[in-house]
């Protein structure tokens, strides 16, 4: 393999300067999973597609790559699907409430597997608030399966799920800017289409990229802005949130205009323990839950099949927010 050669190809411009093919995609990144390529290429190849724009046909074969190296998790039982998702980054302008929404889904019995990093990048990390709140990283797939069972909720590292693509994220330390390795890692599916995957991106502009391969291969999926990029609706602004299903996709709510100028409510500390005390208000009825994160609870409730019709997901939620703030 020439990587001096996919380097030309990626960024030399003129006539040498061209998309990948699918099948040249994968065999690039999962050489780059399995460790193979000498570090001095794996920089350069590392900064260099993240400044092409991502072809729909790049994506795939990265994609295919990473899962035909991943390990895999069998659904535990319940009455819903289990919802997924992914934490690459960290929040820095707001706390981080994904938390919130998982904890939300486990309160309706709906399984739900949180994968990630260990650290924040910077900012508030998924895996500190959950620290916080008592849920803690598992070390290996046994114990995510027995913690699924027996919590419903999960925190996997990236490590524990796919080795080489963890390796690749953690070199932004290095490299000083994130790569293909974190927009890869957010439509990781660690239940093989068992479940509902809530795949959120930081830019507007990442949306039809990540729509364009959701849908070309048939996913089960949720499509979001999230808030800083993580998969929770910002509690500021409700962004549009998709559903895509079956090749098709179904737009559960528009997106809010204009934003909310401020919510009160909101912790003012942005730390992990502010955002944990927040979130502990927040599920005893001491505080109110913010409505796009309401509105995203039902909508995963109706995607991922605890109820088949999304008003009845909206009536359910609206009677269990509301007695949480009545309480």
């Known amino acids: 393999m020439s990587y001096a050669q996919f380097l030309k190809t990626i960024c030399c411009g003129g006539e040498l300067e061209s998309d990948l093919a699918e099948r040249d995609a994968a065999l690039l990144f999962g050489a780059m999973l399995d460790g193979g390529v000498p570090e001095l290429e794996l920089g350069a190849l590392l900064v260099a597609l993240q400044m092409k724009p991502t072809a ?7 994609a295919n790559a990473v899962n035909e190296r991943m390990f895999r998790l069998v659904p535990p039982p ?46 508030i990390a998924s895996a500190y608030v959950f620290r916080e709140l008592g849920v803690m990283p598992c070390a290996t797939l046994t114990q995510a399966g027995e913690v699924l069972r027996k919590t419903g909720v999960a925190f996997v ?61 048939g996913a089960h999926a949720m499509l979001l802005q ?16 998709e559903y895509l299903y079956e090749g098709g996709v179904e737009t559960l709510f528009g997106a809010e205009v204009p934003a909310m100028k401020k919510i009160t409510t909101l912790p003012e500390g942005m730390n992990a323990a ?24 039902a909508a995963c409730l109706f995607a991922a099949g605890y109820t088949t019709d999304m008003n009845q997901a909206k ?13």
Do not use: C
């Open 56 to 62: 729909l046909t790049e994506l795939a074969g990265y």
């Open 78 to 123: 319940a009455k819903a699907q289990p919802v997924v998702l992914a934490s690459y980054g960290g929040v820095r302008d707001q706390p981080n409430l994904l938390p919130l929404l998982a904890l939300l889904l486990q309160r309706f019995g709906v399984p739900v597997l949180v994968h990630g990093m260990l650290n924040g990048e910077g900012g």
């Open 157 to 217: 590292p990236t490590a524990v799920l796919a080795p080489g693509l963890a390796e690749l994220i953690a070199l932004r330390g290095r490299l000083g800017v994130r790569s293909v390795a974190h927009a890869v890692a957010r439509l990781l599916d660690p239940f093989d289409g068992d479940s509902l995957r809530v795949v959120a991106v930081a830019q507007e502009s990442a949306l039809a990229l990540n729509r364009d391969y959701l849908l070309a291969t």
């Open 226 to 241: 999230g808030a800083a990029g993580e998969p929770y609706a910002d509690p500021l602004h409700r962004p549009r949130i």
């Open 274 to 297: 502010a955002s944990a005390a927040w979130i502990r208000r927040a599920l005893a009825g001491e505080t109110p839950v913010p409505l796009p994160i309401v509105n995203q609870l």
């Open 315 to 327: 009536a359910i939620v609206a009677v269990e927010t509301g007695s949480l703030a009545a309480a």
